[in-house]
């Protein structure tokens, strides 16, 4: 995204705004990862806003307001108990996921729904897939989550696939 490089997923909206708020619960407060993390989560939904974003996925302009914006590499599987995988993180897509219709407590269901095989046709969750996905959003810098450690950077976001860019090496079968 805009020449940063991330592995897994990169997002927008709630998400950044939950791991700075664990982030600041387990270093000003010493507290441990998962209390700081409920902590964290209490705040994030309390003060449940959100953004409005412009986003063009295979040349297609999408305006949207949503609590969070998740684009993954690779292609997500998002309903069942495989939700999370990626079968394959070479494909060469992307994964773009916003909840443009849901409300604070349909937030708070959609992982349940989504293992539940039960994710809402009513437009509240939307996924896309593609190659190459501009986002911007209003304000000169925007928290942009990658990979989990948080940055400010101004929009708009192009984010693309590197093709080969990681190069991993495996020890030899003995």
């Avoid at 949503?66 to 292609?75: D, K, L, R």
């Avoid at 990658?146 to 693309?160: K, S, V, Y």
Wanted: one cysteine or more.
């Amino acid at each position: 995204v805009n020449g940063a490089t991330f592995l897994s997923n990169a997002s927008l909206g709630m998400y950044p705004r939950l791991v700075w708020e664990r982030q600041f619960e387990e270093r000003a407060h010493g507290r441990g990862r998962w209390t700081a993390f409920a902590i964290a989560a209490a705040r994030s939904w309390s003060g449940y806003r959100r953004i409005a974003v412009r986003m063009v996925i295979d040349g297609v302009e999408l305006t949207r307001e949503t609590p969070f914006v998740f684009v993954g590499n690779g292609e997500y599987q998002i309903e069942g108990f495989g939700f999370g995988k990626r079968p394959s993180v070479d494909a060469d897509r992307l994964s773009v996921f916003v909840a443009p219709g849901g409300s604070r407590f349909d937030l708070l269901t959609l992982p349940v729904r989504a293992l539940a095989m039960r994710l809402p046709a009513d437009g509240s969750f939307e996924s896309y897939a593609s190659c190459e996905v501009t986002i911007d959003i209003d304000g000169p810098e925007v928290s942009l989550a990658l990979d989990g450690e948080i940055m400010l950077a101004p929009p708009p976001f192009r984010f693309t696939v590197r093709r080969h860019a990681l190069r991993l090496l495996a020890a030899a079968r003995a």
